[in-house]
């Protein structure tokens, strides 16, 4: 892999999020597109590689098994205590897939090599007030430069603006200013194009007031509530250029941050979702503009363990999911049943460090078998 420093700095556009606290923050998660986030990693994810850090893991090999019944390589991975990570799979097909990241103290790079195209992810950082900062985003896909951007911090850590520069433009093709009050909380934003204004968007929970001809004028603010139990509710509001409003609702165990039910409704007040978390369930929940549920994932949980997942369709069980565990908490089957039918299964066998050491994975009478080495 080129060094850092021999790569032409290109940049992202990302989404972003707010905190009336500390100023707006652009989102990111470790730098990766959206579209190769895991948002949901599985708990036997989080696990492993958990356990091959703790471990000291420099290196993980997958074999599998070809239809002669001989024993090939699959996929390598490296790993190493800086957060430099490089994997390659399929490397019995013509066509490998690959994914790197490679870490420095104010740096981050991203590549991967996967679902018939190439893409590389260039991040850079700045540290204010002792906190590490993104400054800068690059995108790059089959080594053309999508697009990039450009964050401008002031002295105390918040965001004043940001620059979206689409593929090699030198002038920006939007920017973003960000307006605070006298406590440092955002109060507005404001979006050009060019030298145009094209929308703002307040965060103070005023009324909008007089709007702006040809400007896109909208509201977005969070409100903190107590319920008569004690539980803490956040509402937050968006308010459109038109002025529908859609509430959404956070409610709290307590007056803790561990989240018990979420709930959005849309322009007319109807609810348009529902989740609870509680110590023995996850229920999501989602519903068309009559008030019926259209489709609802039930996780029951066990000491903390999902033993079954089960997504209903109009009330309809149409899959189910049920997980059965070893005494030392690990995972050692899955069976997957979609119209009461088994759809497939996985075994799971582990080595004396807990990580997985062979897995066998069975579909419409077939089965394929995986095995992992470590060093």
């Not at 409704?265 to 609810?271: G, N, P, V």
Request: glycine residues 4%; proline residues 1%.
């Amino acid at each position: 892999m080129k060094s850092i420093s021999l790569l032409t700095l290109l940049f992202v556009f990302n989404q972003f999020g707010f905190s009336q606290e500390t100023g707006f923050t652009p989102y990111f998660n470790h730098g990766e597109p959206w579209q190769f986030q895991s948002f949901r990693p599985s708990e036997m994810k989080k696990n492993q590689d958990s356990l091959i850090k703790v471990n000291h893991i420099e290196t993980q090999k997958v074999y599998k098994y070809d239809k002669n019944g001989n024993r090939v390589l699959y996929s390598i991975s490296t790993f190493d205590s800086n957060q430099n990570e490089f994997s390659i799979w399929k490397l019995n097909n013509k066509r490998t897939s690959s994914e790197s990241q490679l870490v420095s103290s104010s740096h981050r790079l991203y590549q991967w090599k996967n679902w018939g195209s190439a893409k590389k992810q260039y991040n850079s950082y700045v540290t204010v007030q002792d906190k590490k900062k993104l400054e800068d985003k690059i995108v790059l896909k089959k080594n053309k430069l999508k697009s990039r951007t450009h964050y401008y911090w002031n002295e105390t850590g918040i965001l004043d603006s940001l620059h979206y520069f689409k593929k090699n433009k030198a002038i920006a093709t939007s920017r973003t200013h960000y307006v605070y009050n006298s406590e440092g909380k955002l109060i507005e934003s404001r979006i050009y194009n060019g030298k145009k204004l094209k929308s703002i968007r307040k965060f103070d929970c005023q009324p909008l007031g007089k709007i702006e001809k040809k400007v896109e004028t909208s509201t977005s603010c969070e409100n903190i509530e107590m319920d008569e139990n004690g539980n803490k509710i956040k509402v937050s509001e968006f308010t459109n250029d038109k002025g529908k409003k859609r509430i959404f609702k956070t409610t709290y165990h307590g007056n803790t941050n561990r989240t018990w039910k979420q709930e959005g409704f849309d322009y007319k007040d109807r609810l348009t979702y529902y989740n609870e978390t509680t110590d023995t369930s996850k229920i999501y929940k989602s519903f068309n503009n009559k008030g019926r549920v259209t489709w609802e994932s039930n996780i029951k949980l066990q000491n903390g363990k999902t033993i079954s997942n089960s997504n209903y369709r109009k009330g309809k069980l149409v899959s189910q999911t049920l997980f059965n565990y070893n005494q030392n908490g690990q995972v050692t089957s899955e069976n997957s049943y979609v119209n009461d039918k088994e759809d497939w299964s996985k075994t799971y066998e582990y080595n004396s460090l807990g990580l997985i050491k062979k897995m066998t994975h069975s579909k419409k009478r077939k089965s394929s078998i995986s095995e992992r080495e470590y060093n």
